[in-house]
């Protein structure tokens, strides 16, 4: 208890952990209340065309006369759904193979860390380009595909987490109990080793909503929802005279992945508390 | 040393090696549990013809287990035979080749002039040691951190293609003038600026945040304490110990960032229509030809492996230390 | 009559840290004869370091001298600017780190480091006069020529250690201050380095202060020892008068714990508790509530340093023991 006060404290002591705290609120309630909020619904058509910004429409509207405020607001929800399925979904693998892999040892320890290494060398980017290109182009599948291929960032960091604890007197004296490995693994490493996975899941979410922006910029998103990176590839062909349609999803995607590296930041400031630099003997 | 060094350097390619084999067979098992006939699929045709069905399964042993078609494929591959497109009707590699330079020319140079510009930044937001100056170098940090590459690449052919016409929107040469000699490397140039910029922007922050970090970290270490007590002038200690010591990690991620530039780049080529091997990627995507794609995806690992093992080749000659892991 | 060397009087120094006052040391006063070695002795946050740093000014920017006056070698040293400082620090007086991983740049030769700190203060010497010197340097502290060439990962602790002692004397100071010198070491090791340490003194007839928290390498180097806690001097005497009749109950807590004290820092067996907290400020005498013979006036008083027998300590009920 003790520990999470003080974790709290720490948190909201730094300036990026609070800013972002706040920004994410802010998003949050955004795509929460996206219906009440949006003036239209995100795939109205009008006949008002690639109209400019003005108060009844006050991002303009898309080649379609769609309002691109209501899309941008409605984005919200595609993009947090994909941010925290994909990076939970990736801490999950990541938190799991980390510590079993940790724990171990050994072989599977050494054959488990080539594949974490391997895979952290190549961009995964294409690797979800072809899954999603063979397997078809849903919300479900982009999420997944980006949880299953991120994770080795996680499984490093939780491996060398359990490194370190599993020489702690606890988990000894747990093992000299007679304690099964898979329950010292479950109540004993992994809730006290998560914590940086946590820190670098922040950073992942914004890492998932980029990729996904990415792959529906490409024409590879999910074609029935409305998704900022999707706001940005049909605005393409308009962009020259109609900058309003390309610019707002794409601020608001700047926006949504500064505030997830702002909590990434915060969070591993909270836990590693920089030591003053004192000599004081 | 040099036995020690031989053995790094022979730990590194044999794991670039085990990269490169991995990469491609986890995407060959990706392509062959596609759902569907593996023969039509692999040939990238709506109706291919039964000609090719039946070259191509006496090819790869189709009808075999998966396993037998891995290892003929390996073999193939080992034998410098990269696979044939049949949407194209032409070898992978004639179709690859003439875009390894387009590509190799963006990420290379952006990703130098990111290193370069990231640490030069660094060192000089260290220096100011005005809090004011390290916030605004920090906030610019995120931002660029944060965006995505296609749409900053668009925002600029918006702003200094479009609206102030300094650059051209796409491609890699003016296709009505068709300039000679110096003209040419001239209008090559005007066309590689902005994908260049675009992609040098995206990788910024990464160089920039990496040597700043570590040279916070290198001026509380003890050496620092010990060298400044002796004598030696802030100005040496800074320039000659605290920058080398500090330069080591943004070296280690520079190959890492060179792999990862080409992912960028991919979606930059399509942006600014760059001839390059990301434009073909998509379009084998596009057109199911995995057979392409398999070979782009071979060589690209290709060249990140060629890329790390330099990159820890030049930090071996720079941090003795590495030379014993 | 021997000439005073260092002089340090009333000195005291307090770090800021998130907004409070650490009182580090506290009204220090002591005196260095020229020949001497005089050690300083206490446990992890006695001041000891402070205290060495403080003397040739190489204080953390948080840290402030609030009073005293410090004179080495005949400078006022709390009152040279940071430019006069430079020129003679590691040219008339000098420090020998304790080792660590990093106390050299890991990716720049030994010999290479060694150089540039020789060049600080000697601009114009050539380039085989710098090698000429530093191999003389090397023969000193009994390390071969071919560490010049070598990175400080490749030298073990022994040799970075001497390496360390080196760099404190490549100009020739009149006095130096030995920081944990041995500490990080292991007791062979330790053993040879403080054989060496007191040839090399005698030899060179250096003046200086050793700063350790193990009684016994410090009783082994000095004449005189001086020993701190919580940022107090609480007594100061010759080494023989230390050892042998300890005045006060925390120096002699210490003589106590000496045969298992040697190796690692340890909690003193003698004396159970803890430093007081140094943020606070004391109306009492600092040591009381882990004395074993405190009194209430104990917790009333602050004892002030009290000569007997030329020697110093700072104790209420050292009177009533003698």
Known sequence: MRFRTDFAKRYLSSRYGLAGLIMFLTMLIMALFAPVIAPYKPTDISHDMLSPPSKVHPFGTDHLGRDVFSRVVHGARVSLTVGFVAAGLSALIGIVIGALSGYIGGVFDEVISKIIDSFLMFPVFFLILIIVAVFGRNLVYIMLVIGLTTWPSNARIMRAQTMSIKEKAFVKIARANGESPTRIIFTHIIPNGMYPVVANSAMQIGGAILTEAALSFLGLGDPSVVSWGKMINDARSYMSFAWWSIVFPGIFTVITVVTFSFIGDGLQQALYPKLSEVRNE | ?325 | MKNIVLDVQDLSVHYRINKKVIRAVEDVSFKVEEGDFVGIVGESGSGKSTLAHTIIRLLPTNAMVVSGRIELLGYDVLSLGEEDMRKIRWKEFSMVFQKSLNALSPVHKVGNQLADAMKAHNPNLTEEEIIDRLKQLLRMVNLPERVLKAYPHQLSGGMMQRIMIALALLNHPKFIIFDEATTALDVVTQGQIIEEIKSLVKSLSLTGLVISHDLGVVSELCDEIVVMYAGRLVEHGTTEQILQQPLHPYTQGLVRSLPDFAQEKKKLSGIPGNLPDLSQPVHQCVFAPRCPIATEECFKTVPSTEEIDGRRVACLKVGARI
Not at chain 2, 17 to 32: A, K, R, S, W
Not at chain 2, 243 to 269: H, Q, R, W, Y
Not at chain 2, 303 to 321: E, K
């Open chain 2, 1 to 325: 040393m040099d036995v020690l060094f031989a053995k790094y350097l022979f730990r590194r390619i044999l794991s670039a090696v085990l990269l490169i084999v991995l990469v491609i067979t986890i995407n060959f098992f990706i392509i062959h549990l596609a759902p569907g006939d593996p023969a039509t699929i692999m040939t990238g045709l709506e109706n291919p013809s039964p000609q090719i069905i039946e070259a191509l399964k006496r090819k790869y042993n189709l009808d075999k287990p998966l396993l037998v078609q891995y290892f003929k494929y390996m073999t193939n591959l080992l034998k410098g035979d990269l696979g044939f497109s049949y949407v194209y009707d032409q070898p992978s590699w004639k179709l690859i080749g003439p875009r390894v330079f387009p590509t190799l020319s963006i990420t290379v140079t952006a990703s130098v002039l990111a290193f370069t510009l990231g640490t030069y930044l660094a060192v000089l937001a260290s220096r100011l040691r005005k809090k004011f100056g390290d916030l605004i170098f920090s906030l610019i940090s995120y931002v660029l951190y944060a965006m995505p590459s296609f749409w900053l690449g668009l925002i600029l052919i918006l702003v200094f293609a479009s609206k102030l016409r300094w650059f051209p929107t796409s491609g890699m040469f003016d296709m009505r003038a068709s300039y000679e000699g110096f003209r040419k490397v001239l209008d090559y140039l005007h066309h590689l600026f902005l994908p260049v910029f675009t992609l040098l922007l995206i990788q910024l922050p990464v160089f920039y945040r990496v040597t700043r970090a570590s040279i916070v970290q290198n001026l509380r270490e003890d050496y620092v304490t010990v060298l400044s007590a002796v004598g030696l002038p802030n100005d040496k200690l800074f320039k000659k110990y605290v920058m080398k010591n500090s330069i080591i990690p943004a070296v280690t991620i520079f190959g890492i960032t060179l792999g990862f530039s080409i992912t960028g780049a991919a979606l930059i080529e399509i942006v600014f229509a760059w001839p390059g091997m990301g434009r073909l990627l998509l379009d084998a995507v596009f057109r199911r030809d995995y057979q392409l794609l398999l070979s782009i995806y071979f060589l690209m690992a290709v060249f990140i492996s060629v890329a790390m093992i330099v990159t820890d080749i030049v930090i071996a000659v720079l941090d003795p230390r590495v030379r014993l892991l």
